[in-house]
């Protein structure tokens, strides 16, 4: 019924920055919440940051100062700005969306940041 595909993952420096995009298609409720989660070897997944329909972000502690949630429900679509990027932030990251009945991954993007 839906399909979230991930864009914007790659290798950055430390210190650099990422936007990453999410394109959400099918069967879009009106109210919703969106986010990005992600997971790296050996440590459990982690919700990095989510953001409700009537615009109301949350963020991880690890996120917060640093990354910036935002949507555009018209395009069905979430991102993720992330500045001041660490090492530490290596992980697979993966679009999310939850609504009534349903909770949906995407396929996830590798993002490696390392000098």
């Known amino acids: 019924q839906v399909q979230l595909v991930e864009s914007g993952g790659g290798l950055v420096q430390p210190g650099g920055s990422l936007r990453l995009s999410c394109a959400a298609s099918g069967s879009i409720f009106s109210i919703n919440i969106m986010g990005w989660s992600r997971q790296a070897p050996g440590k459990q997944r982690e919700l990095v940051a989510r953001?409700?329909?009537?615009?109301?972000?949350s963020y991880a502690d690890s996120a917060k100062g640093r990354f910036t949630i935002s949507r555009d429900s018209a395009k069905n679509a979430v991102y993720l700005q992330m500045n001041s990027l660490k090492p530490e932030d290596t992980a697979v990251y993966y679009c999310?969306?939850?609504?009534?009945?349903?909770?949906?991954w995407g396929q996830g993007t590798q993002i490696t940041v390392s000098s």
């Open positions: 953001i409700h329909s009537d615009g109301s972000p």
């Open positions: 999310n969306l939850w609504q009534p009945g349903h909770d949906y």
